[in-house]
C-alpha cells in the first residue's frame, strides 16, 4: 500500500515577523517527506483560510510569537470551517501560554507545540492525526 | 610578536607532546565527544599555543585601548572609568503602564531607558488600524501618536537619562514624537540623547519589520543622518543591528558580516546625499547578541571593533578618530531562553552579560527569566537588572581593560571570524551589493539553514540544552508571568479618539500635504515630519503618506 503524501501549510499570522520557528518546522515536515507550503509573514486570517483551500493541504500549521493568538486564532477557524475544511488538521507552535490550550483544543486546534519541541515529535503527531 | 626561532621548536615540542603526554592521556581517557563545536558549529580545538597566533602582531592588530585599530576597547580606561549603561529594553500594553515600568526600573538603578514598541507601532499603524487586530501592546507599548510619548515620558527627565528606541519602519516619525515631546517641555533637540535603531537593511535581512522598498527606506535613513548630524548632535541616528540576525538562526560570524556589510551600506548612501564621513560616522551606532558560546562571543566583539576601524579608516578616509569607533549595545540572546525550567535562564543570562561585558560593550541588555513564557514581570525584568550590578560590582571583571587579550584561543578566534567577515563581505560584492544580496534572498538564506543546522543538531542529541533534550523535568513552570491592564485597549483607543476629535482639522491636511510634496521630492522629511506631529497627526496617517507615495515590499519567501 502506498501511503499519500501529506501536503502541509504553514503559516504565518498576524503582523510578527519571528519566522526562524515557521521556517525550520516547514523544512523539517520537507525532510519527512511531506509536501509543505509556506505562506511567508504578516499574513491575515483570510489569507491563510485562502491558501489552504487552494493548496488543498491536510495540514495547517501556524506560528506566531506576538500574542496575538487569541485574537486571529478563532478567526482562522471559523474561515475553514466555512470553507468546508473542517476535516483539515489544525496545528500552532509559538509563545502561547499553557492557560490559552483548552481554549485552543476546543476551537478544534488539536496539537499545541511550544518552544523546545522536538521537530521528530511534530513530525510524528501530524503523522498520527492527518486525515 | 613571537620569535620565529622559539616558534620553530616550539612546534617541535608541541609535536612531542602530542606523541607522549596526550596519546597517553587519550589511550587512558579517550575525550567524551569526537567533535567539540562552538555554538555557530565551529569545532574548537583540543589546545591553542603561540601556534596558532603565530603572526599576532601586537601594535599591528590589537594595540592600546582608545587607539587604533581599538580591538581592546573604545576608551583607554574602559569600564574602569565609566561601567557601560544598563539599559533594560522594555515596553507593554499603554503608555501609562510602561511610564511605571520605567520609573520601577530607575528606581532599581538602571541608567538609561530603553522602548519596545508594539506590532502595530513597529509597523506604523494605530493601535484600531484592522491590520492591529488583536497585537496592541502585546510586545511593546503603543504609541499612535504624540499625546502617547507624552504620557510615556511623563515625569522623566529626557535631558539628563539617554532613551534607545528600538522602531524601523516608523523610526523618523517616533524620533520626531520623542523631539517634539521634549520640545514642548522647553527641551532644546541638542540637549537629547539617544539611539533610534533605524537599521532598515536588517529588516529585510532578518526581523522581517520593513514597511517600503528598500531604496526609499534607505532615504528616509539617511534624512535622520542628516538631521542629527545638523540638529541633535548627542542623538545615534541608527543602531546597526546584528541581534536580530543572530536570533533567527545566524552564526557569530554570520551575525558580524552581515552586520557590518550594512554599516558599510549605510556610510556610502551617507556620502553619496553629499556629506562628508565624518559628519555622520561618528553617531553611527551598533548592536550585538550575546549568545551562549562565550569566547566566540567574546572574539566577535573584538573582531567587529577592529574591521570597522579599519573600514572607516582605511576604505573611506574617515579622518576623526571617532569615526573608526564601533560602539555598541549588547543584548543576552532570547532565542537561547527555555520556556522550560525558566529560572535557569538566570544563569544563560549572567554568562551571556559577562561575555558582553569582557568584550567591551558600551550597553547591555540582560533578558529576564520569563522571556520565553511572556513579557518579563517586574519581579523577573528585577533579577536581570541585578545580574548585571553584580557583575559590575562583585565578579571583578570591569576592573581591567580586556584581561582576555593575548589569550591564543581567544586571539585566534578574533582572527577566525574576522577572516570568515571579509569572506561574506566578498561575496556580497559579488552579488552587486546588500540589496541585490536582500532581493536575491542571499543572507535570509543563508540564515535558515544555519538556524536549521543548530535545531538538527538539538534534535539528534550533538548538542545538549539543559532542560530540553536532557535534564528535562515535567514540572509545571511556577514563577508569575505579566498580567497587563484589561482595560488598556479601551483606554488606548479612547485617547486616540479625543486626540483625532481635539485637533485642528486645518492644520493637519497642510502638514500631511507638505510632508506628501516632499515625500515626492527629493528633500530632507524630517522637518515635514516634525510639523505633523506637531499638529498631532496620528502614526498611521504620516505613515500613510509614505506608503502611499514609496508603496509597500514584499519579500521573496525562502524556506
Redesign the interface.
Known sequence: MTERTIRVLVAKP???????GA??I???L?DAGME?V????RQTPEMIAEAALQEDVDVVGMSIL???????FP?IMELLGEYGMDDVLVVAGG?I??EDVPTLNALGIQGIF???T???RIVEFIREHAR | MFDPKKLEALAERQKDWEEATLGDALDKHPERSDEFMTTSSEPVGRLYTPLDVADLDYERDLGFPGEYPFTRGVHATMHRGRLWTMRMFAGFGTAEETNARYKYLLDHGETGLSVAFD??T??GYDTDAP?????FG??GVAIASLADMEILFDGIPVDEVTTSMTINGPAAVIWAMYIVMAEKRGIPPEALGGTIQNDILK?YIA???FIFPPEPSMRLVVDTFEYGSRHLPRWNTISISGYHIR???STAAQELAFTLADGLEYVRWGIERGMDVDEFAPRLSFFFNAHNDFFEEIAKYRAARRIWAREMKETFGAQNPRSWLLRFHTQTAG?SL???QPENNIVRTTWQALAAVLGGTQSLHTNSMDE???LPSEYAVKVALRTQQLIAHESGVANTVDPLAGSYFVEAMTNRIEEEAYAYFHKVEALGGVIPAIEKGFFQREI?EA??RY?TE??SHRRV?V???EFEEDE??RIP?LEMDPEGYERQVARLERVRRDRDGQRLEATLQALRAAARGSENTMPYILDCVRAYATLSEIMGVFREVFGEY??P???
Not at chain 1, 498576524?14 to 526562524?20: E, V
Not at chain 2, 491590520?131 to 497585537?135: I, M, R, T
Open positions: 498576524g503582523l510578527d515577523g519571528h519566522d526562524r521556517k525550520v516547514a523544512r523539517a520537507r509543505v509556506y505562506t511567508g509573514i506576538s500574542g496575538a493568538h487569541m485574537a486571529l478567526k509563545i501560554p499553557d511550544g518552544p523546545g522536538p521537530t521528530d | 506590532m502595530p513597529l509597523y491590520e492591529a487586530l488583536g497585537e502585546k510586545c529588516e526581523q522581517k519589520e536570533e533567527a538562526g532565542c527555555t520556556a522550560q520565553a513564557l511572556a535558515a538556524a536549521y535545531q538539538i534534535d540544552i532542560g530540553i533534550n509545571p513552570v508571568l514584499r519579500e519567501t525562502i524556506i
